[in-house]
T-cell receptor
Framework: NAGVTQTPKFRVLKTGQSMTLLCAQD?????MYWYRQDPGMGLRLIHY???????AKGEVPDGYNVSRLKKQNFLLGLESAAPSQTSVYFC??????????FGPGTRLTVL | GEDVEQSLFLSVREGDSSVINCTYT??????LYWYKQEPGAGLQLLTY?????DMKQDQRLTVLLNKKDKHLSLRIADTQTGDSAIYFC????????????FGPGTSLSVIP
């Protein structure tokens, strides 16, 4: 039981490049979330999903897209990366216990 | 709207008790959580409390909830250097039952 995993762990992009972050969970959780963490700002919700095939916007969705084609995976895409998207990205999932389980994070730098 | 606030820094001596405070604005909270984040790692759930409880104790951790003042605290007894981390307060509310709102985090430094 790996819990919540994220790939990659680190990535450096140039402005305008695109990339996809992958989150996977093996706990059969319905809910999945993408957050970004910036110094002094806590975690801000980007997008979330309440089940396979569904997605919804969070607090800071602009510049990001997501997909939940399979229950266990939640993908976060950046179509045209900007320096303002330099951050640490965390994925989380939640099941019937109403508690969130977090992945280890992806550190993204956009030059 | 929904807002969770915490002081950003706390410093205590090893062996003393630490008290980390949090205030929230949404009175329809269902769950309130405390998460711990060690350097370079993800968030780890420490403990949580249902909104109909006033207190929860788990080994060295004591959570107190004052619903009237919308105030949540986490007390760590006999604080150790391994407790140095960022502690996040978070709430789940009925108005956003499937989302968790996080505070900015309190960075706890334990002085040997």
């Amino acid at each position: 039981n790996a819990g919540v995993t994220q790939t990659p762990k680190f990535r450096v992009l140039k402005t305008g490049q695109s990339m996809t972050l992958l989150c996977a969970q093996d706990m059969n959780h319905e809910y999945m979330y993408w957050y970004r963490q910036d110094p002094g700002m806590g975690l801000r919700l980007i997008h979330y999903s309440v089940g396979e095939g569904t997605t919804a916007k969070g607090e800071v969705p602009d510049g990001y897209n997501v997909s939940r084609l399979k229950k266990q995976n939640f993908l976060l895409g950046l179509e045209s990366a900007a320096p303002s998207q330099t951050s640490v990205y965390f994925c989380a999932s939640m099941g019937e216990s109403d508690t969130q389980y977090f992945g280890p994070g992806t550190r993204l730098t956009v030059l | 709207g929904e807002d969770v606030e915490q002081s950003l820094f706390l410093s205590v001596r090893e062996g003393d008790s630490s008290v980390i405070n949090c205030t929230y604005t949404d009175s329809s909270s269902t769950y309130l959580y405390w998460y711990k984040q060690e350097p370079g790692a993800g968030l780890q759930l420490l403990t949580y409390i249902f909104s109909n409880m006033d207190m929860k104790q788990d080994q060295r951790l004591t959570v107190l909830l004052n619903k009237k003042d919308k105030h949540l605290s986490l007390r760590i007894a006999d604080t150790q250097t391994g407790d140095s981390a960022i502690y996040f307060c978070a709430e789940m509310t009925k108005t956003s039952y499937d989302k968790v709102i996080f505070g900015p985090g309190t960075s706890l430094s334990v002085i040997p």
